[in-house]
């Protein structure tokens, strides 16, 4: 099991990158997270919903994701509260505090699928959630070492030193956590080290000393790791505008999902793709994309708070292009109404009225796989469904989206240039991305978007070769 010191500190990479180098081997590795708090999610092949870094694992180990990988998700919807997802179905909405009395029934549904894996599997890597040192969300854990204890899982913790404090990153989590848990872990490493390791030895040296820990690898930092598909939000801003191409704009909501849509487009040369952070106004582009939202009425709120509905409004009467996906869509639309409170408080409100259509957020959740070809043009695409809600109005006669099953998806201006779907990912597809560019007058390019991601992690796996012994992670794995 992977733990770590904090978020972000490079655990889902490091799983990714474990997962190819002894799937590589022949083992057969399913990877695994207890529970994972996101709104980035994949669809799985059996029906469900899992954390995207669960599903780019599974891609990595070389075997389809299912619920089974990360039976507990949590997906933010305000600041204190969460829906629950179990086993990949919705259960509930549970704020921060009431969530702690939900744990021990969840911890049988974990164990559950973790002994489904194990049953399957020559080797499951585990990821931690957060941070052990968390103490105080210590009793009743499920996360990290309260299931480290229940199945008997031998823990590696991870430090990071891009951020600075590792010493005391590893050396704090050891005198915090209780002792049974500290006899947990099998060892330490130090990831994305930058500059002479030597000139780290003695810090090495010096974490050993003080916890106990044997010292397991000290992991460069690996630029093209940034390639792959983030879950975190933190990951958004950390790309850098390049200032030329098509440049396309995307404002960053509070409960923004799903938001490896854009992932793609960060890749392609000749797009400029501007993340609109809170406070900043939306700048002169070709395309606005307004990304999923967790919470479609709260983010419409956030949107008009920040002034972007006035940017986006008079983005759209200059003639620039709008594409809405998903939660996106729906804010495009003349009204979204939520009279049950799936998503919070039971509300009704004006959307942006780019497109002539109407939202109400009822009904159960789809979650499918979709392909079909773009309306306009008829270039195929592949992609996948994760929302709820119905929209209907005019502008659903002039659809996006035709699916291969004969249904359509979204809905088109008179006028062309604001179009919304509920698909999400159609942009790894590189004939779609293509005809998309083209439209925007961008450069063509030839970039195979998932041929990159199976490079990136097989270089992933690659840097973690020479610089952890895998054979000595297999031992202490039992």
């Not at 959630?129 to 899982?153: H, K, Q, T, Y």
């Not at 929209?391 to 989206?401: C, E, H, I, S, V």
Request: glycine share 12%; net charge negative; charged share 25%.
């Amino acid at each position: 099991m992977l733990q770590g010191t904090g978020s972000d500190v490079g655990k889902s990479l490091i799983v990714a990158g474990l997962a190819r180098a002894f799937a590589r081997r022949g083992l057969a590795v399913r990877p695994f997270k207890p529970q994972n708090m996101s709104n980035n999610a994949a669809v799985t092949a059996d029906g469900g919903e899992i954390g995207r870094a669960q599903a780019l694992q599974a891609r990595a180990a070389g075997v389809p994701p299912t619920v089974h990988m990360n039976p507990v998700l949590l997906k933010p919807q305000s600041e204190v509260g969460s829906q629950v997802v179990v086993q990949g179905r919705v259960v509930g909405n549970a704020r921060a505090r009431e969530y702690q009395g939900w744990k021990p029934r969840l911890m049988e549904a974990v164990l559950d699928s973790f002994a489904r894996l194990r049953a399957e599997a020559d080797l499951v890597l585990v990821e931690g959630a957060g941070s052990p040192a968390e103490v105080n969300l210590r009793v009743g854990d499920i996360a990290n070492m309260g299931f480290a204890r229940r199945a008997d899982v031998p823990v590696v913790l991870v430090g990071d030193i891009d951020r600075g404090g590792v010493i005391a990153q590893v050396v704090g989590t050891r005198a915090v956590i209780d002792p049974a848990d500290a006899a947990m872990v099998a060892g330490f490493l130090v990831n994305k080290f930058r500059g002479d390791p030597t000139l780290f030895a003695d810090g090495m040296a010096f974490i050993a000393e003080r916890t106990g820990w044997p010292a397991l690898g000290l992991v460069p930092h690996l630029a093209e790791a940034a390639r792959l598909p983030a879950e975190d939000a933190v990951a958004l801003g950390a790309h850098p505008a390049r200032g030329s191409g098509a440049r396309v704009a995307v404002p960053v909501l509070p409960r923004i999902s799903n938001f490896d849509d854009l992932d793609p487009l960060k890749l392609e040369p000749g797009v400029d793709l501007v993340m609109v952070r809170p406070g900043e106004p939306l700048p002169v582009c070709d395309l606005v994309v307004l990304p999923g939202s967790k919470a479609t009425v709260a983010d419409l709120a956030a949107l008009r708070r920040e002034g972007w509905d006035v940017d986006i409004l008079a983005h759209a009467r200059r003639g620039g292009r709008v594409l809405g996906l998903c939660g996106g869509y729906q804010m495009l639309g003349r009204r979204v109404s939520d009279p049950d409170g799936v998503e919070g408080p039971p509300a009704a409100v004006d959307g942006l009225g780019l497109l002539d259509v109407e939202t109400v957020l009822t009904g159960a959740k789809v979650l499918r796989p979709v392909a079909g070809t773009t309306a306009v043009d008829g270039v195929s695409f592949a992609g996948y469904e994760m929302h709820v809600g119905v929209t209907r109005g005019p502008d659903r006669a002039r659809p996006m989206l035709r699916l291969g099953d004969g249904t359509e998806d979204g809905a088109v201006s008179a006028d062309g240039l604001v179009c919304g779907a509920y698909a999400h990912g159609f942009f790894a597809d590189d004939r779609q991305r293509a005809a998309w560019l083209a439209r925007l007058g961008a450069a063509p390019s030839d970039l195979g978007y998932e041929a990159e991601v199976e490079r990136v992690l097989d270089r992933l796996a690659d840097h973690l070769e020479r610089h952890l012994d895998l054979d000595r992670l297999l031992t202490l794995a039992r």
